[in-house]
């Protein structure tokens, strides 16, 4: 796999939304300044213009099929993943993903991965988890103990299981299901709640818990409509205190055919609201020249910072069941000129 050239679409997304909640001193000031990490703080100076520098690609010794989700521990990696055996069939039927819950495709059939593995993308271990119809895992994410790892069934409106996975033993151990497909979700570890993203990220997830023992339950569901569109998220991670660090994509029809737009988004998971966003105008090839098509962010992503005012990004995106772990190195305040 090559890296790809930025390609600029010309799309000036970047924004900043502080808006105030009535009665919240803190958003009354804006964003609270200790609610930050060093990620959430370095993402926050990120933009359009952000210059972002190939560092390498990291060919990977086991088929990966179709990635999902990443996460970085130290010098290790995880990565969901995909393995349709079998694809699904549409019947006719349409929904809009949000408030129309109706099954529009068959089941289809496959297997639900992690797969473990380190810097020089050798597998140090896998665990499946596929049960039945729901063999598709999503975005996934580490709480600092597990791993959580949601698996759905291949189509919108369906339904899911939400994993709680050892990183060290990769033991997985079912917390609940959903009736819904999720696609990534996140362990909000500040009043620990779960908070996930449905196909497409058109239904924003809040989950409550109660805790027994050892025994972690559910105590309450709740979803409010995503009110961004531009792209819908793929995978997600937990940042500072109650922030969601969201990368996606979505295809877009031109007269010149069809353009993927690939972003990141930072999410107040307080409120439910956008509260940074950035293009990321980079594409993968595959060995052709890149095509517009296959956006960098179009699956597992992982950032971090450097130290030097820079952050590292880690990506894993295929079209052909066999992903290379792809780096750059994101420098906010650049200019593309």
Request: charged share 20%; hydrophobic share 35%; glycine share 10%.
């Amino acid at each position: 796999m090559k890296f790809a050239p930025v390609l600029a679409l010309g799309l000036a997304l970047t924004g900043y939304m502080a808006t105030s909640l009535a009665g919240d001193s803190e958003h009354d000031r804006g964003h609270s300044k200790n609610r930050d990490n060093k990620t959430t703080t370095l993402f926050r100076l990120m933009g359009k213009n952000t210059v972002w520098t190939p560092v390498k690609s990291v060919a990977v010794n086991w088929q990966t099929f179709h990635t999902q989700g990443l996460v970085k521990i130290g010098d290790t990696f995880y990565v969901s993943a995909v393995e349709v055996l079998e694809g699904t069939v549409r019947n006719g039927a349409s929904t809009d993903s949000l408030y129309d819950f109706t099954l529009d495709r068959s089941t289809g059939n496959g297997r639900g991965w992690l797969f473990k593995f380190n810097e020089a993308g050798e597998l140090l271990g896998k665990v499946e988890l596929t049960d039945g119809s729901k063999y598709h895992p999503g975005g996934i994410d580490f709480d600092g103990k597990f791993l959580w790892v949601p698996v759905a069934e291949y189509r919108p409106n369906s339904n899911s299981n939400i994993f709680r996975v050892d990183p060290k033993t990769l033991k997985a151990e079912k917390i609940f299901s959903e009736a819904d497909h999720i696609g990534g979700i996140v362990h909000n570890t500040h009043d620990d709640t779960l908070h996930g993203v449905s196909w497409g990220s058109r239904r924003l997830y809040t989950w409550e818990l109660s805790r027994r023992g050892r025994d972690t339950k559910v105590r309450s569901s709740d979803w409010v409509p995503n009110p961004q569109f531009y792209i819908d998220y793929q995978d997600c991670h937990y940042q500072g205190v109650a922030y969601m660090l969201c990368g996606g994509v979505q295809t877009y029809s031109s007269p010149k055919g069809n353009v993927a737009l690939g972003g990141l988004e930072l999410l107040d998971l307080r409120r439910n609201r956008l509260e940074h966003q950035v293009p990321v105008n980079l594409f993968i090839d595959e060995g052709a020249g890149p095509t517009g098509t296959l956006a960098l962010t179009h699956n597992a992503f992982w950032l971090e910072p450097l130290g030097n005012g820079s952050m590292r990004g880690y990506f894993m995106t295929e079209t052909d069941n066999q992903a290379e772990l792809v780096i750059y190195d994101a420098t906010p305040w650049g200019s593309s000129d």
